[in-house]
């Protein structure tokens, strides 16, 4: 599904991140980890064509995003509160980003009837604006947003952060329930190796923007990752 | 501790990428700055003898305190307009061990030293100069100019002081706008006579100077109330904390009927209606219409045609000016959500077109009462709306693709009250002075209808390869992308 190739991102002579070669399967639920400035976001923001690539290339589906925009129909993403429109309510939110992958207002209600739970009573049908809802809110409403139309790619950076221990355990569950459901492939990274374990099938460690670890989840990752953290 | 503030002052200025970025817009305001503080130098030296020669046979000096009134009651307008409680980022000092009092005496000690408190001693001390040398007493003129700098900072912490409480009622410049229209009304019509209860004040002052204290004790309370005001705000839950809306949903079915510009019209909407800062660009919408009474009924301007091409192109094209500029800084905010989502960017550009389109069109319509003042005003104003959406609107759109500068929308720093400055008047001229050349040549040397034609076929020009020009601007848009990305990325 993406491919990215000799792939490098630098600022000012620093090598931000510099990938060889990764290929992530159709269907598949990638995690990556990795300290902070390890080229997370990066990654992700060249998947999404939102920075250039200095060299290298990444293809989504058999499109070069730098040079088509054929990718976005299929790939939702969220990265950081940038990805709301503040001025919003939620409900309206929803329905823009519906309306731009073709799907109408009664479409977004039935999709959004199923995370009721997650939206515990706060999110829709109040009285405010996304910018004032509080950080996990915001977040839990970005991550929504991100799974409206059955996208093909789903691109989280951090999903959990933010998140109550109520929501991170649902979020899990959601996640795990879309690659078996919908063959989706789903992209997160986390700080939580707990969380990236249990929810992805293969986990790409990353550190000053070099893979150095690219692990099939197994009973042993964590500890794996645990021991190579613990440095 | 002084010194550290002062310090991050200066740092927070020169380290701002828009002072890096804008350095021929400052050089602007330092003109603007020194071309002021001319004109003042030049009332306080030319006022004295202008007077005696108009009016020899009374004293300047009472004359002078006669208009202060006035003079008062502009200096307050003004500066409720352009003026700003200047705020340092004050919450991370909270916690600090520094004592609140030292923060708010030097927040609101700084404000005594603005440039809006300078300008008028260029006036106030060559006056008080001159009446030493007209032989008034020393002291008369001493404390006569002790008594201004005291009544321009007593204007300084009262305009603080209305801009906190019209900030907390969220009628903006409403209840200012209404307060000093009751004084000069009650003024004017002799209710209240301000002017001569004013003059009799300073006159008496400047007799007695044991009465200066008086003016003293007023600066005292209102610097007393400013510090009361302040200091309930410095908790992270009062002012600096942001405060919610009460969000009203609405679907705006009606844009349907634009076709697939649709959801970014209704986003556009939304975003003036529901963020101060474009708000206000619907508000100027008012002051632009009535902009005409200014010129039209003057007789001065009756030979001076070109100058109604002036009037005619800001009428039509306040709203497309204020709102055009900073495309598409307004979406800064969520820039990046918009770029990798599923969305033609000529779409997004042509939904911006519309609306400035409709605006100048609704403008029109709206003016047509002018032609009461003649029917070539109706013309002059239909030759603008043309040349505006034709020509105007297409250069906002390009300019727009050198838009590197973020606008926040969310933002409201603490005490910060109104969101636009001068600056973006200055920013408009080019748009509002070439049409009257354009229009001017032809007029001068053919005739009035051939002027109107040049700026009616240019602007039809700009309407017929409106496809053609859009997908140019859009190339030029996707060209600057990654550009745009990154510098809305960067805060400040």
């Known amino acids: ?231 | 501790m002084i010194n550290n503030f002062l310090n991050f002052e200066w740092k927070q200025f020169f380290r701002s990428s828009y002072w890096q970025k804008n350095i021929a817009l400052n050089i602007l305001l330092a003109f603007l700055a020194i071309y002021f503080i001319l004109m003042f130098l030049a009332l306080g030296v030319s006022i004295y003898p202008l007077l005696k020669k108009q009016f020899p046979e009374s004293d300047p000096l009472l004359l002078v305190n006669g208009a202060l009134f006035y003079w008062f009651l502009g200096d307050l307008i003004m500066r409720f307009f352009l003026q700003k409680l200047p705020v340092m980022n004050i919450k991370p000092l909270l916690i600090l061990p520094i004592k609140r009092r030292k923060v708010l005496n030097y927040v609101l000690g700084k404000s005594a030293i603005s440039f809006f408190n300078f300008l008028p001693l260029f006036a106030i001390i060559p006056f008080g100069v001159i009446l030493i040398f007209e032989d008034y007493s020393k002291t008369t003129a001493i404390v006569w100019m002790l008594l201004m700098y005291i009544c321009t900072l007593i204007i300084n912490f009262l305009n603080f002081i209305i801009e906190a409480k019209s900030a907390e009622t969220e009628l903006s410049f409403l209840p200012l706008i209404v307060l000093a229209s009751l004084l000069f009304g009650l003024n004017y019509f002799e209710v209240i006579e301000f002017t001569s209860l004013l003059a009799n004040g300073i006159n008496a002052i400047t007799e007695n100077s044991i009465l200066l204290l008086i003016p003293v004790a007023i600066l005292t309370v209102l610097y007393y109330v400013n510090y009361k005001l302040l200091k309930t705000k410095l908790y992270v839950d009062g002012s600096l904390k942001v405060k919610a809306d009460v969000a009203v949903t609405t679907d705006l079915a009606w844009t349907r009927r634009f076709g697939d510009i649709a959801p970014f019209l209704q986003l556009d909407l939304k975003l003036l209606w529901r963020n101060k800062r474009p708000r206000s660009s619907i508000f100027i919408l008012i002051i632009g219409l009535l902009y005409g009474l200014f010129f039209y009924p003057n007789p001065i301007y009756k030979e001076w045609i070109p100058m109604f091409v002036f009037v005619g192109v800001f009428i039509t094209g306040i709203f497309m000016i204020n709102f055009g500029q900073f495309i598409p800084a307004w979406d800064s905010g969520y820039y990046k959500l918009l770029m990798s989502q599923n969305i033609k960017y000529k779409q997004y550009l042509n939904s911006k077109f519309s609306l400035m389109l409709i605006s100048a069109i609704i403008m029109f319509v709206l003016s047509i009462p002018y032609v009461y003042f003649g029917w070539k005003i109706l013309v002059i104003h239909f030759a603008a709306m043309v040349y505006n959406i034709g020509i105007n609107s297409h250069v906002l759109l390009l300019g727009g693709s050198f838009n590197r500068k973020k606008i926040d929308l969310t933002q409201r720093a603490a005490f910060n009250y109104q969101g636009t400055g001068a600056v973006q008047w200055l920013i408009g001229f080019p748009l509002l002075l070439i049409p009257i050349l354009l229009f001017y040549i032809p007029y001068k040397f053919i005739n009035f209808e051939a002027g109107i034609a040049t700026l009616i076929i240019l602007g039809i020009i700009g309407i017929i390869f409106h496809q053609k020009i859009m997908n140019f601007i859009t190339k030029k848009y996707i060209n600057s992308k990654y550009k745009m990305i990154s510098a809305f990325d960067q805060d400040n």
Request: with cysteine; hydrophobic share 40%.
């Open chain 1, 1 to 231: 599904m993406i491919k990215a190739a000799q792939l490098s991102k630098i600022y000012n002579g620093t090598t931000v991140l510099g990938i060889e070669e990764l290929e992530i399967i159709k269907g598949q639920s990638f995690g990556l980890v990795g300290n902070n400035g390890a080229g997370k976001t990066t990654f992700f923001n060249l998947l999404l064509d939102l920075i250039k690539p200095t060299t290298g290339q990444v293809v989504n589906n058999n499109i070069q995003v730098n040079t088509s925009e054929d990718w976005k129909p299929f790939t939702a993403a969220f990265i950081d509160e940038s990805f709301l429109i503040g001025y919003l309510t939620p409900e309206e939110y929803f329905y823009f980003i519906g309306e731009l992958r073709g799907l109408n207002k009664a479409d977004v209600d039935t999709f959004l009837a199923q995370f009721e739970e997650i939206f515990n009573g706060e999110i829709l049908g109040g009285k405010k604006y996304l910018r004032d809802l509080s950080k996990g809110n915001q977040k839990k409403a970005g991550i929504v947003a991100a799974l409206i139309g059955n996208p093909e790619v789903i691109i989280l950076d951090e999903p959990f952060a933010n998140l109550d221990p109520t929501t991170q355990i649902r979020l899990k569950k959601l996640l795990k329930d879309l690659t078996v459901n919908s063959n989706a492939t789903v992209l997160i990274s986390s700080h939580d190796l707990g969380h990236i374990t249990e929810v992805c099938e293969r986990i790409v460690v990353l550190d000053k923007g070099v893979v150095v670890k690219d692990i099939k989840t197994s009973t042993e990752t964590l500890k794996e990752l645990e021991a190579y953290f613990s440095v």
